[in-house]
């Protein structure tokens, strides 16, 4: 059994019910009678409040259309990794041999899922300020600065959300081509919608010229 006082000293908050963290750590994969679904579907729940009234707080000024745009930023699978990530919480999930094989530790869906039991056992134990107070410290340490301009670099996110919605479609990237020593090397990426190319960018990697290129669509199709 995963020793998890660890996460406990790093959470600063010992379970008084351990079998509470168990089943937090649990993966259904693990074939137990119990595993994290339940406290995960709680936690979503709580952190999206904790979350909601953090911004709510810090950005007094902010109308509801940037304040849920900053949460949406926050309170997603990627987000959640992250703080999961920072707990090293894969280190103490209870999982199968084959989940565990299958490099199940480092997957997002399970570390975000994993990250949202925990909070969820701790509101079920503590309370919600208990839970507010281990979510928001967290969050500051894993995001130095929070507002929309920091959290709403995925260009590409936002550009599929925003295609699906226009065009009922998702852009297709596709790679130009690459020059320069392999070294400096730079990829020139295309983006192509309804078979028509929407945007154009390089850059130094094919993800970054994805994101420029992403970045140039989305002023293009705002206009």
Do not use: W
């Not at 339940?38 to 509801?64: M, Q």
């Not at 990627?78 to 480092?106: C, P, Q």
């Not at 399970?110 to 969820?120: D, K, Q, R, T, Y």
């Not at 983006?191 to 994101?211: F, H, M, W, Y």
Request: aromatic share 8%; with cysteine; hydrophobic share 35%.
């Amino acid at each position: 059994m995963n020793d998890y006082s660890q996460l406990e000293k790093r959470l600063n908050y010992t379970f008084k019910n351990k079998q509470l963290i168990i089943e937090a750590l649990t993966h259904k994969s693990d074939k137990k009678p119990y595993n994290n679904e339940r406290l995960e579907f709680l936690g979503d729940a709580v952190l999206d409040l904790i979350v909601g009234e953090y911004l709510f707080k810090k950005f007094p000024k902010s109308n509801e259309g940037i304040l849920s745009k900053i949460r949406a930023s926050l309170v997603n699978e990627s987000g959640f990794t992250l703080l999961a990530r920072e707990l090293k919480l894969g280190s103490y999930i209870f999982l199968s041999l084959a989940e565990e094989n299958n490099n199940g530790r480092n997957k997002s869906s399970l570390l975000s899922n994993a990250f949202e039991a925990i909070i969820g056992a701790v509101y079920l134990e503590a309370g919600l300020e208990v839970a507010k107070d281990i979510s928001i410290k967290l969050l500051e340490e894993c995001h130095p600065k929070i507002d929309l301009d920091s959290l709403s670099k995925d260009y590409k996110t936002a550009l599929q959300e925003l295609t699906q919605a226009t065009h009922g479609v998702t852009p297709v990237y596709e790679v130009l081509g690459s020059s320069g020593p392999d070294h400096k090397k730079e990829f020139e990426i295309a983006i192509v919608l309804n078979d028509t190319t929407i945007a154009k960018a390089k850059g130094k990697s094919k993800k970054e010229a994805q994101q420029k290129a992403a970045q140039i669509a989305l002023k293009e199709l705002k206009k």
